[in-house]
């Protein structure tokens, strides 16, 4: 029966690129008298969930300093300006939510 | 995470958990794995700030383990020497699978998810090398690059590797610089926004009749075999090209679409149409053959001619039935064109879309508090683009255009049985040659 004969067929997927190492930041050896930003990516309420994240440092971690910043435009878009104030005036961040 | 690896600041990334297998392969991909990233339920959208706060102070629900104990151990725990390790490799793509009987292949793409789940063509080397035959292009010339999302990588593909979805699809040879065409735009029909996307496709110029595709009765769908692989072939190769379609980790939206089997893909037409043909309001002959990508296909408004009496009440109704994020593309039977002509004195596709820009309107206050525009559009009126900025000041009952002009379309399909018409909320990407494809 032909349907059971083996034959040769091509693949179908595409080539994927090379996968580069990136390196994360140290992380700091505590959180106390720190400033973490809430960086708010502005999709389907992440806002209000970042919020919330602030008031459980108010409450539970009143020594660490909280920062709630919005990104510039949509998350579709990189925002170098909010990266820099982040790097210059921040020791942390907390992204949210979604993708 | 630019912000953790780029800028030196060490971030933890939260997610609601129906994203874990989606961020953790971007994060992989992105040569980043062990990336810090935290979990809360899915959904935040519409929940109080009382229930947000359960999530806060509750369980990480992938890990079981307490939220922002996790977020402070992402923020302070040292990496181990498995996270320190460098992690940059080759990935690759043979050419040929393992030979195996029909039977066994066709479950192994299948199981693999390289179809869309109806029947394929095996493609045999000597099926997809009657279908190199009608592309003067190399086989191995690299033809683009796609993703399914803004967060992915690009894959790259060749024209080999098109040849091969286009045989899956059932396409005839005679048809592979159109599909070479679409793959060439870079536009994926296999987008993997929640909003279960698809993607149409319009074919003008010559190579319409050459192929013997439907722009009359029923050219959208199912009723023409150019009009159908030609689709097929687009769905596809956007899906394999660019490194798969899964649900929860290459695809997410929440619904589907039936479109996305055949990514609305037919001729305008152009014989039947009182107006220029869309291709060469896009700067192509009319000699010329191309194909126009239009991607965010999922809202569509239709009705059934244009009343003397209250026509422009009846398409102001269907305006603003669309999100107000996707812009409107007005598919027209071409009894409907000219009844436009004949009710408004449209004699030209601009005049009618400088009208529909003018009267998609709604009262500000509602369109800001649409959630597509929370996420979409305010952000960018908040930090001055125009024109949202200006549209921002508008008092909450004051009626704000809901688009802008250059995003508005006019497209003529159909076989004139009856003046129906239908609007397509979608976004115009591209048109691309297809006579450089051939």
Known sequence: MAGRDKITVLNPMGYPPKVAHHSLAPRLDQLDDKTIYLVDCRFDDSELLLKEIQNWFHDRMPSVRTVFKRISSVYLKDDPATWEEIEANGDAAIIGVGH | MKIDHEYGVPTVAVHTSVFQWVVRSVARANGMPHMRQVFVPQPVIGKS???????????????????????????????????????????????????????ELYRLFQENQWTDQLPIILPTEERVAAMLVRTSRKPDEVVGHMRPTDFREYWE???EKVAVNAVMAGAKPEYFPVILALAASGVSARGSSTSSMASMAVVNGPVRSELGMNCGTGAMAPY?????????AYGLLSQNLQGGSVPGHTYMGSQGNGYAYGSATFGENEERSPWEPFHVQHGFKPTESAVSLFTGCRSTAFSLGLREKHWREHVRNMLRGLDPRTPPTLLLDPLTARMFIDRGGFDAKEKLIAWIDDNARMPAGEFWDYQLAQNYIYPRATFGEEPWATRLKAAPDEP??????????????????????????????????VDEWK
Not at chain 2, 73 to 82: C, Y
Not at chain 2, 224 to 232: C, E, M, S, V
Not at chain 2, 405 to 426: A, Q, S
């Open chain 2, 400 to 433: 704000i255009q809901m688009f802008l002009r250059k995003d508005i379309h006019v497209v003529v399909v159909g076989g004139e049985t009856n003046p129906y018409w239908r609007i397509m909320g979608c976004t115009y990407q591209k048109t691309v040659s």
């Open chain 2, 49 to 103: 700030p009382g229930e947000l706060r359960a999530y806060v102070d509750g369980n990480d629900p992938i890990t079981g383990r307490p939220v922002m104990q996790e977020v402070i151990e992402g923020l302070t725990a040292p990496f181990g020497e498995e996270e320190l390790k460098e992690t940059a490799f080759e990935r690759s793509t043979p050419r040929s699978v393992e030979p195996a009987s029909e039977e």
């Open chain 2, 224 to 232: 023409n075999h150019a009009n159908a692989t030609i689709g097929r």
């Open chain 2, 157 to 159: 593909y060749t024209v």
